[in-house]
T-cell receptor, first 109, second 113 residues
Framework: GQSLEQPSEVTAVEGAIVQINCTYQ??????LSWYQQHDGGAPTFLSY????GLEETGRFSSFLSRSDSYGYLLLQELQMKDSASYFC??????????FGKGTRLSVIA | DAMVIQNPRYQVTQFGKPVTLSCSQT?????MYWYQQKSSQAPKLLFH???????NEADTPDNFQSRRPNTSFCFLDIRSPGLGDAAMYLC????????????FGDGTRLSIL
């Protein structure tokens, strides 16, 4: 089986930095993915970590520690348009992708 | 440049009346997925095709079926929709099924009367 835990809600101020954590349990680990989904929109792929360490893509970074079964998504210089739900996801067994319950990020002025 | 296209965006059907949702892709990806997403929940995988190989999730109800007549198209058939099947249905594609980003369509929101 598998489980992913992430906070249900996070609020942060425009221009600030926010970190969204994700812990996982899965039988066989192939990597941790992050997706963004705006209300009424489709999930959009943000990042993928298969190895320990930090991956940076513009304002977004993603970190993985396989020994701790833990990762996080870091969003810098927050903008109002970053208000969305963020899902961590892993492969589990024969299921290509299982999503966490999602973290709803609200960016306030 | 829509790459994963779902039609229609909104679909209304009656309780028990079969309904088909469609998905097409211009990415030439090997894998196509169908997810169900209910309000404020995560997308839940129903099944996926790797080329013509069909892979059903263990907890996907028998009421849900899928067809993939060719690389570009995939259909979701709900044989006898119940009120609990009202949801957003998302189609996605990827080049391979492991370690590859999935590209999602905008979804079809299904309502049951």
């Amino acid at each position: 089986g598998q489980s992913l835990e992430q906070p249900s809600e996070v609020t942060a101020v425009e221009g600030a930095i926010v970190q969204i954590n994700c812990t996982y349990q899965t039988s066989g680990f192939y990597g941790l993915s992050w997706y963004q989904q705006h209300d009424g929109g489709a999930p959009t792929f943000l990042s993928y970590n298969a190895l320990d360490g930090l991956e940076e893509t513009g304002r977004f970074s993603s970190f993985l520690s396989r020994s701790d079964s833990y990762g996080y998504l870091l969003l810098q210089e927050l903008q109002m348009k970053d208000s969305a739900s963020y899902f961590c996801a892993v492969r589990s067994g024969n299921t290509p992708l299982v999503f966490g319950k999602g973290t709803r990020l609200s960016v306030i002025a | 440049d829509a790459m994963v296209i779902q039609n229609p965006r909104y679909q209304v059907t009656q309780f028990g009346k079969p309904v088909t949702l469609s998905c097409s892709q211009t990415l030439n990806h090997n894998v196509m997925y169908w997810y169900q997403q209910k309000s404020s929940q995560a997308p839940k995988l129903l099944f996926h095709y790797y080329d013509k190989d069909f892979n059903n999730e263990a907890d996907t109800p028998d009421n849900f079926q899928s067809r993939r007549p060719n690389t570009s198209f995939c259909f979701l058939d709900i044989r006898s929709p119940g009120l609990g099947d009202a949801a957003m249905y998302l189609c996605a594609t990827s080049r391979e099924s492991t370690n590859q980003p999935q590209h999602f369509g905008d979804g079809t929101r299904l309502s049951i009367l």
